[in-house]
């Protein structure tokens, strides 16, 4: 609404500002145009108004079927209260409900006064023998904590003797193989060392041969004169000069052999010991690993137990089970 009332004002705005268009006197163009806006506002305030007043009327209705609803539930449930209040219940002090009262209810009547009780001597007696069940109970259920708790006892000894055995097991068992690891160097070391030894001596010996061979072939060199020159000092060398050095060689050859042999033969042997030791150390390395898990275990299946054994002997109020023994030890004597 206001902003075809502005748009209106601005149309007339421009129709009287405008020097062709403008007129003197009434504008009844404008005129025409705001009676026809207010009609239109007119009838939509009466739709609004008609829609509200319709809403309400609903709403009345409603409200007045709801309360006669919940008027006739409450006069029937008055009913059915007073019904069973004439069925089931009666005035104690109506005269006229003694003459209809039950004989069998008239015999679970107290005899005698009203206040005695004829069986008292009989209550208190089984009074006197729930308490001494109670007692009993007690002192068993102390018995049994007790014993609980001494072989709990034993048992967590047990476990702390078998653990301090398996310790000792296992520490035996990382000296012996140190030991062995320790040993089988030495072994080592010492073959290897006595190798060295024999190789250097093969060497040394070989050596000396050489030599000695080259200072003979020196010496042999300077007594062989020229041949031609003095018939008298031509001497050539005996035909088993040659075989012998033929035989040198041979047996520098198998030397060399036995020597290459020999030292084959010792790495063979240092290999075997190296591969021995390694072995061993495997083996020992396995066996300790093995005790470690049989330790773990143990400890683990003695830690579950002690866990068990301390949750049971927590109270059950503590462990969440009460059952209906429990609220029975309660309000059992009468005054």
């Known amino acids: 609404m206001h902003n075809a009332e502005i748009l209106g004002a601005t149309h007339r705005k421009q129709r009287t500002s405008s020097e062709k268009t403008r007129t003197c006197g009434v504008d009844v163009e404008g005129i025409k145009e705001q009676v026809k806006e207010k009609r239109k506002q007119e009838e939509e305030d009466k739709k609004k108004q008609d829609a509200h007043a319709a809403n309400m009327l609903h709403n009345s209705r409603v409200a007045s079927v709801l309360q006669s609803r919940e008027e006739k539930e409450k006069r029937a449930m008055e009913k059915a209260i007073v019904s069973y209040r004439h069925q089931h219940q009666h005035d104690p002090n109506d005269p006229r409900?003694?003459?209809?009262?039950?004989?069998?209810?008239?015999?679970?009547?107290?005899?005698?006064?009203?206040?005695?009780?004829?069986?008292?001597?009989?209550?208190?007696?089984?009074?006197?023998?729930?308490?001494?069940?109670?007692?009993?109970?007690?002192?068993?259920?102390?018995?049994?904590?007790?014993?609980?708790?001494?072989?709990e006892e034993r048992r967590y000894v047990q476990s702390t003797e078998d653990m301090n055995a398996k310790a000792a097991q296992l520490e035996r068992l990382e000296v012996e193989t140190r030991k062995a690891a320790a040993v089988n160097t030495q072994e080592y070391n010492k073959a290897k060392v006595k190798a060295e030894e024999k190789r250097q001596q093969e060497q040394d010996r070989m050596d000396k041969a050489s030599q000695a061979e080259a200072t003979k072939q020196l010496l042999m060199g300077a007594d062989v004169s020229v041949p031609g020159l003095c018939p008298g000092s031509d001497r050539r060398d005996p035909p088993e000069s040659l075989q012998q050095v033929l035989q040198y060689q041979q047996y520098q050859i198998e030397e060399k052999r036995r020597i290459e042999m020999m030292k084959k033969q010792e790495e063979d042997r240092e290999e075997r010991v190296r591969l021995d030791s390694a072995r061993a150390a495997l083996l020992i390395e396995r066996q300790q690993a093995k005790l470690n898990r049989q330790l773990r275990q143990h400890l683990d299946s003695t830690n579950v137990k002690l866990a068990e054994i301390h949750e049971?002997?927590?109270?059950?109020?503590?462990?969440?089970?009460i059952d209906d023994s429990f609220f029975s030890k309660f309000n059992t004597s009468r005054r």
């Open 97 to 151: 409900r003694c003459g209809r009262t039950d004989p069998a209810d008239a015999q679970m009547m107290l005899p005698g006064l009203a206040g005695e009780d004829p069986d008292s001597g009989g209550r208190l007696r089984r009074q006197r023998e729930q308490l001494r069940e109670w007692l009993v109970q007690q002192q068993r259920e102390r018995e049994a904590r007790r014993r609980r708790l001494q072989a």
């Open 312 to 321: 049971q002997s927590k109270p059950d109020i503590e462990r969440g089970h």
